[in-house]
């Protein structure tokens, strides 16, 4: 069984930050890549930022330069560090991995997600 769930998220003035982070737990042998993405009513979940196992990273131009992502192996956790963040960054963000359950055994997996609302 394995669970991701996310936290951090909140109401914050524009310009101002927010970490979100999302813990991983259960019956993990291996995480490959983890992410986020977010989503507003009316429109498709959008990727907000990857990071794989190495550590390289991909970000939307709509967030390059203000957010930040990151990961601890040793905790099954990835982070979302976003900085001078826009009322356009409001959302439900989501957390994303591939996780194997065992060597041979990998699936896709979804928090269930986290509001974050910037207000002007």
Do not use: H
């Not at 909140?10 to 970490?19: C, D, N, P």
């Amino acid at each position: 069984q394995v669970q991701l769930v996310e936290s951090g998220g909140g109401l914050v003035q524009a310009g101002g930050s927010l970490r979100l982070s999302c813990a991983a737990s259960g019956n993990i042998f291996r995480i490959n890549t983890m992410g986020w993405y977010r989503q507003v009513p009316g429109k498709q979940r959008e990727l907000v930022a990857t990071i794989n196992s190495p550590g390289s990273t991909n970000y939307a131009d709509s967030v390059k330069g203000r957010f930040t992502i990151s990961r601890d192996d040793a905790k099954n956790t990835v982070y979302l560090q976003m900085n001078t963040l826009k009322p356009e960054d409001t959302a439900v963000y989501y957390c994303n991995a591939e996780i194997y359950r065992s060597p041979i055994r990998k699936g896709d997996y979804w928090g269930p997600g986290t509001q974050v609302t910037v207000f002007s």
